[in-house]
């Protein structure tokens, strides 16, 4: 099946966009996202990285690396990462 972007997708990819390699803690992505701030979030916030990973990779391999995950922060979007020319 085809995955589909949520608006919550849509707003993270969004707000990592807009300041590549700035580094986001998990609880601002969060909250971008429109989740609730709780322990049970950490899982939820990395699944949906990792879909925006695969969605991207996607449209073009090599380019869902550009989200970096930085441990103990949160993530980034590293904008120094080469994707593959689309095909």
């Known amino acids: 099946g085809q995955s589909r972007l949520t608006r919550g997708d849509c707003s993270l990819l969004s707000l990592l966009c807009q300041a590549p ?25 990395a699944m949906r990285i990792s879909k925006l990973r695969r969605l991207l990779n996607d449209c073009h391999p090599g380019s869902g690396e550009m989200l970096e995950a930085v441990r103990g922060r949160g993530y980034r979007l590293n904008s120094s990462v080469q994707a593959l020319p689309a095909a």
């Open 21 to 45: 390699g700035i580094v986001f803690e998990r609880d601002q992505l969060l909250q971008a996202t429109g989740s609730l701030v709780d322990a049970n979030t950490t899982s939820t916030l």
